[in-house]
């Protein structure tokens, strides 16, 4: 195993077991950023996350939101500034948060971790930025 991957791993569990319920995106993000990821790409709905690590570029192949051909939802954004704001306020698990945010027409989202910005993308390059704060205390 590559120390990108340990490192990363490592910082996964640790941000995992910090996370509060409400406001947990932004512990998780930060928990990772402190160690040394710069950027985390999602693609949708095949479940795959690429992690830009300063040891190294990581990826991990989650469980794919569907299988086969399937008719890609249009990008509507207020169905997902709905799921953000339901998965922000701790209602909703983060597999629930995927799959509404593809049901909302997301095929990729965009984690820059430096700079707290993250950017929605629909299949025509349809766009929604978010900036995210500091957790808590930070």
């Not at 690429?50 to 192949?61: I, N, W």
């Amino acid at each position: 195993m590559s120390k990108a991957i340990e490192n990363l791993e490592a910082a996964q569990q640790r941000a995992m077991s910090g996370r509060p319920k409400v406001g947990g995106f932004p512990y998780q993000a930060d928990t990772l950023r402190r160690a040394g990821v710069t950027r985390n790409v999602w693609f949708l709905p095949a479940c795959e996350s690429l992690y830009l690590t300063e040891d190294g570029p990581v990826v991990m192949q989650g469980t794919p939101l569907v299988s086969g051909a399937a008719d890609v939802p249009p990008f509507d954004q207020h169905a997902l500034v709905r799921a953000l704001r339901i998965d922000q306020a701790g209602k909703s698990s983060f597999p629930e948060f995927l799959e509404a945010s593809w049901r909302a027409g997301v095929v990729r989202y965009d984690v820059d971790l430096v700079n707290r910005i993250v950017t929605y993308y629909g299949c025509q390059d349809e766009q929604y930025v978010e900036q995210y704060p500091a957790p808590e205390g930070q």
